[in-house]
């Protein structure tokens, strides 16, 4: 007789990896765009991206 903690312990671990992914592709699309978005304005400024994004970080 085996013991088993988790009898579906691998589909746990699947569903887990599937929604991590599902997270980090829509993590990366917001920040895609935003920094899309935010392009536009900072070229028409002429500033760097260090200077335009460290005034938005600081600035809140």
Same mark, same amino acid.
């Given at each position: *007789?085996?013991?088993?903690? *988790?009898?579906? &312990? /691998? &589909?746990? +671990?699947?569903?887990?990896?599937?929604?991590?992914?599902?997270? %980090?592709? &829509? &993590?990366?699309?917001?920040? /895609?765009?935003?920094?899309? #978005?935010? #392009? !536009? /304005? !900072?070229?028409?400024?002429?500033?760097? /991206? #260090?200077?335009?994004?460290?005034? +938005?970080? %600081?600035?809140?």
């Amino acid at each position: *007789m085996t013991f088993e903690l *988790m009898p579906h &312990l /691998i &589909l746990w +671990i699947v569903a887990f990896a599937v929604a991590a992914a599902a997270g %980090l592709a &829509l &993590l990366a699309g917001v920040t /895609i765009d935003f920094l899309v #978005r935010n #392009r !536009r /304005i !900072r070229t028409a400024r002429h500033e760097s /991206i #260090r200077s335009y994004y460290g005034h +938005i970080a %600081l600035t809140h």
